[in-house]
């Protein structure tokens, strides 16, 4: 069977939700396919206890509040995904779950997409399938007594097997499940790398509003050498500044950049020490440009100079290991908190960088007809996030309803 529509987007995730709603105000007529439901990976792709990353008044769509939440609340990921059912359900957005699209191709001035329940052609397609398509695993522990997953598999800490837990990586996942594994009385061990670590609040404003106020959101792209650096940021137990200084006073060990794996020991850069000093230096001087933005501006925000006090170096900084006897330390699960990389297999049009990047400006690729949205830095810092995805998918909306 054979469907014909003006505009295809694929994926009804935030940026899939968005899009829709945008071209439905424009008028446009379309289709939304989701191979399962909408904001699967909200759903189960997530660890159970998991909030969102900032607070409710800022994670959200302009058109629609988390009304069962205070503002400065952090979403649980259950709401989150209700929240876009929700706002799909009321603007009743023409949405189809549990369609995979296996393939998509150019057919004349158009595209063709197979689906398991038939083909659609469509003028305009939009790939709404977001930032964490693929999750990267290194390949660097070979014993198959250890337990290894990546950390969109983990779940909580009652479904890991009893024994010491390695986390390898130290973004805001990283972070927040070793958080959660030490205190479920885990014995944990977190491998980080250079990162920032920005203060979840400053002077009675939230990291996000900072963010807005600096001009940060709006960045085009990451400043020259900070491409291959996370970010440490967390919304659980109420919201507080990621410190690596704390997490160790909880009992976390923590071990610099993972490296090879030899004899049953993995090895660790000896570069642990710089990794947090480095993280403080992004710290403060979040601090210091926000200081900076209020007298300039005059504004009337509580000094908070207790803000600048850090936490002793712990001993496992100071004196880092640099190789680790797995079975000794009884470790018996490692998490790859390694994140994403893009995985677009399914689209059969030659238009992607080396790395599986798709060619485009701004989410206009450089096929007519076919855009992109959801992705990191599509437009600026905030394209991945909920508010950046409404931003970008209402103008490409726009354009799409220019097209004609």
Not at 6 to 16: D, K, N, Y
Not at 88 to 108: F, H, M, W, Y
Not at 113 to 133: H, L, W, Y
Not at 278 to 286: A, C, F, T
């Amino acid at each position: 069977m054979t469907e014909t529509t003006h505009t295809l987007v694929i994926g009804a995730g935030q940026a899939g939700v968005a899009t829709s709603t945008h071209l439905q105000k424009q008028g446009v007529p379309h289709i939304v396919l989701e191979r399962d439901r909408i904001a699967e990976r909200w759903r189960s792709e997530r660890w159970d206890s998991l909030v969102a990353n900032g607070p409710a008044w800022h994670d959200r769509f302009p058109d629609a509040e988390f009304t069962e939440l205070d503002p400065d609340a952090f979403a649980p990921k259950e709401s989150v995904a209700d929240y876009f059912q929700r706002f799909a359900g009321d603007r009743s957005l023409p949405i189809r779950t549990g369609v995979a699209v296996t393939k998509l191709e150019r057919q004349g001035d158009g595209f063709r997409a197979t689906t398991a329940g038939g083909v659609i052609e469509a003028k305009n397609v939009v790939v709404a399938t977001g930032p964490f398509q693929k999750p990267v695993i290194p390949t660097v522990v070979t014993d198959p007594g250890i337990v290894q997953m990546h950390s969109n598999a983990y779940r909580n800490p009652e479904a890991l097997p009893a024994g010491a837990v390695l986390v390898v990586g130290a973004g805001s996942s990283g972070a927040q499940i070793a958080e959660e594994l030490v205190r479920a009385g885990r014995k944990v061990y977190l491998s980080l790398g250079p990162h920032d670590r920005p203060p979840r609040r400053y002077r009675g404003q939230d990291f996000v509003w900072w963010l807005g106020k600096l001009g940060k959101w709006d960045m085009k792209a990451p400043a020259p050498g900070t491409e291959h650096i996370t970010i440490a940021v967390s919304g659980a137990y109420g919201g507080a500044t990621m410190d690596f200084r704390r997490l160790a006073g909880l009992g976390v060990t923590l071990l610099g950049r993972a490296g090879d794996y030899r004899d049953g020991a993995l090895r660790f850069a000896n570069d642990l020490r710089t990794n947090i000093e480095n993280g403080d230096r992004n710290y403060l001087s979040v601090l210091d440009e926000a200081d900076a933005y209020v007298k300039a501006e005059g504004l009337d925000l509580p000094e908070e100079s207790q803000a600048r006090n850090l936490l002793p170096l712990p001993d496992c900084v100071t004196h880092p290991t640099l190789s680790l006897d797995l079975h000794k330390e009884g470790i018996t699960s490692i998490i790859w908190a390694t994140g994403f990389k893009l995985d677009f297999g399914w689209i059969d049009i030659d238009l992607f960088e080396g790395d599986g990047r798709p060619r485009h400006k701004e989410g206009v690729s450089i096929i007519p007809g076919l855009y992109f949205v959801g992705l990191p830095w599509l437009s600026c810092r905030g394209s991945s996030f909920i508010w950046g995805a409404w931003k970008d998918s209402e103008r490409l909306a726009g354009l799409i309803a220019a097209r004609g």
